[in-house]
């Protein structure tokens, strides 16, 4: 216990400072986690390694959390995770139940939240440790099994494939890089932009662009709605009693185990963790007609749930280097910034760091509990903030962040414009977000591997021969294609039929 | 033994497009079934596809979506002209972010009230400044 002693006040006040911000920027509908992680790295330039994790981990755990209160209030998820919450959630606000409905939202959070820290504390050591015996050639097929499994469970199996490919595409503008045994020689770029391009694109602004001002473009070509400043109450209907969770510590633990898995798979977000836990609640449910109608239990699968996504999204991220969801990719933002390599190396090299993780993880989700818990009277009226004056501010805050993030190039300001214009046009004709960003994070790495691994053997086969390790994970990269082919077929079915 | 055909060797001087090229070919072939399928799909339902984008060109807000674009390129430009007059200051960067948050705030606004307008006036003013002084005098910052 020794580390929990180590938490400094800087520590303490960055992480309310996140939690806080974080649930800003979760109860206001449009903005989520991954832009208040995106729109706050610019922050993290002038902390230490410890310091940013406290602020960055705070802003997660707030942003996923906030997205409960706009969903229970005023029926608009805050977060794409938080859109199950609305099913009962809304229904509850409406018989007068709405503080006891966020309070079961709040203390379901905690529950997943918690429950998914001990997992990852568990599990990504574990992970790292089988991950260091890799070879490029391994290396090359997990990233390889993420791509497949992002693009197998995006909306569209086409479209998925089409993001991860271009991200990958995108990556490799600029030069192969001497460092990492390529020939120096630049690549994918017309001869007129080299000078600017010779490094191929920043990770920062690309992030910062597609997960901030992608959303800013969508609402100003939807005319800015005026904020839905909503009568709501309240309420003065039945009192919350912690007593409400008994008979429901199954439907807890299934929702956060739920969460916790789907987190685990690269680049699927929270509203696939929360549908998924709210399936089951129905499928299993003592009373699956009232779900919909205002029952709590719908609403602690749904918030145990996208909580329990936070641990789990953070478990391939420190022990292969994956990223589990668009915000722990951007937060890869973050750890190069200090230098720092994510792998199977990164918690032996850096156990203070991977102990800063899991307490700052664990406080993040304790004070996430006690600001809403205590506050929500206070933070309801977070929903009001008007949209134009939020929307210019945090243009300003990606400006500078793309700005600092290589110590001042203004072709980082442009890149930003350039991608956020890009999300904007992209979701237009089905690209996806986070399988784009996911591809484009680890497509250098894949390069590395693939093209190392042929060097080494010099065919092919190498692929499906190396080790038993390898043969499994073409196992799943196969079981991952045939479910989606399955699913596009029976989706493509029910088209048909309707 | 393996067989002829799985043998490949790598070109040290033309690795750096060997990657490159296959991750092309996949893009390609891809974007190709989506041009495909949704080339057939446009044909099996022409009339609803254009509808549904007659709809939404109905609910786009063309002023507000077009001038962001254009305030968002005067003030990339504007920062980058101005860090020459001050360079290293952070400056540049303060003053068209005033001016930037003001438009932009003006423009998003529905409601023209004497209230609302002041708020406008007094969040371009601080909040740069806040953020400003945060950025370069706290945490030291290279800004424009």
């Not at chain 1, 832009?35 to 981990?57: E, I």
């Not at chain 1, 292969?320 to 668009?326: A, E, H, K, V």
């Not at chain 1, 977000?433 to 065919?459: C, H, M, Q, R, T």
Request: charged fraction near 10%; glycine fraction near 10%.
């Amino acid at each position: 216990m020794d580390f929990l002693a180590a938490i400094t006040p800087l520590e303490l006040m960055l992480v309310v400072s996140g939690v806080m911000i974080g649930i800003v920027f979760g109860a206001i509908p449009g903005m989520t986690a991954t832009m208040a992680v995106a729109v706050c790295l610019p922050m993290t330039y002038g902390l230490s390694l410890n310091n940013s994790l406290a602020l960055l981990l705070g802003l997660y755990v707030g942003g996923i959390s906030g997205g409960l209160v706009p969903a229970i209030l005023i029926n608009i998820p805050g977060t794409p995770s938080s859109i199950t919450t609305t099913f009962d959630g809304y229904p509850m606000a409406q018989k007068g139940e709405a503080e006891r409905a966020l309070k079961i939202g709040i203390v379901s959070s905690l529950i997943g939240g918690l429950f998914s820290a001990v997992v990852l504390f568990l599990f990504a050591p574990a992970l790292a440790d089988l991950a260091i015996k890799f070879s490029y050639v391994e290396k090359f097929l997990i990233i390889l099994f993420a791509l497949t499994i992002i693009a197998s469970l995006s909306k569209n199996l086409l479209n998925g494939a089409i993001s991860g490919v271009l991200g990958i595409w995108l990556s490799l503008v600029g030069t192969y890089d001497l460092n990492t045994g390529g020939n120096g020689d630049i690549r994918l770029v017309p001869g007129f932009l080299e000078d600017i391009l010779i490094n191929g694109f920043s990770l920062l602004p690309v992030l910062i662009g597609l997960f901030g001002l992608t959303v800013i473009l969508e609402e100003a070509a939807k005319g800015v709605p005026p904020e839905p400043l909503s009568h709501f109450k309240l309420g003065d209907g039945k009192p919350f009693r912690f007593s409400v969770f008994r008979g429901h510590f199954g439907t807890l633990f299934r929702s956060s185990a739920i969460g916790t898995f789907i987190g685990l798979l690269p680049g699927i977000g929270g509203s696939a963790a929360s549908v998924l836990a709210y399936a089951q609640q129905k499928n299993l449910s003592k009373h699956p007609e009232r779900l919909g109608t205002g029952e709590p239990e719908g609403v602690m699968a749904s918030e145990s749930s996208n909580n329990g996504l936070t641990g789990g999204a953070l478990i391939p991220l420190v022990s292969l280097g994956i990223p589990g969801d668009s915000t722990t990719a951007v937060m890869i933002g973050a750890f190069t910034l200090q230098g720092l390599q994510l792998g199977p190396l990164f918690i032996g090299e850096h156990l203070d760091s991977w102990h800063e993780i899991m307490t700052n993880l664990v406080l993040a989700n304790i004070v996430m509990f006690l600001v809403m818990f205590f506050a929500i009277r206070h933070i309801v009226k977070v929903i009001q903030v008007p949209k134009h004056l939020l929307y210019p501010l945090i243009v300003v805050m990606c400006a500078v962040g793309s700005y600092s993030a290589n110590s001042g190039i203004m072709f980082d300001v442009w890149t930003f414009l350039l991608f956020g214009v890009f999300g904007y046009f992209g979701h237009k004709v089905g690209l996806e977000s986070a399988p784009f960003i996911i591809g484009f994070i680890l497509g250098k790495d894949a390069e590395v591997y693939f093209v190392k691994s042929i060097e080494s053997y010099g065919n092919l086969a190498i692929f499906f021969t190396k080790s038993p390790i390898a043969m499994g994970l073409w196992v799943l990269i196969a079981l991952s294609l045939g479910y989606a082919f399955y699913q596009a077929w029976r989706n493509h079915r029910r088209e048909c039929g309707a | 033994m393996v067989p002829e055909f799985l043998r490949v060797t790598i070109d040290f001087d033309q690795s750096h497009l060997f990657f490159p090229r296959i991750v092309t070919w996949i893009l390609v072939g891809l974007a190709l079934i989506g041009v495909v399928s949704r080339s057939r799909a446009f044909v099996r339902n022409w009339a609803g596809m254009c509808r549904d984008c007659a709809d939404a060109a109905r609910g786009f807000d063309t002023r507000r979506f077009g001038a962001t674009l254009v305030l968002l390129v005067v003030y990339a430009v504007a920062m980058d002209r101005l860090s020459d007059v001050w360079p290293n200051t952070g400056l540049s960067f303060l003053f068209c972010s005033m001016a930037f948050m003001a438009a932009m705030s003006l423009l998003y606004v529905h409601d023209f009230r004497r209230k609302t307008l002041i708020v406008i006036g007094l969040s371009s003013i601080l909040s740069p400044l806040v953020v400003w002084y945060a950025l370069a005098k706290l945490f030291f910052l290279t800004l424009p």
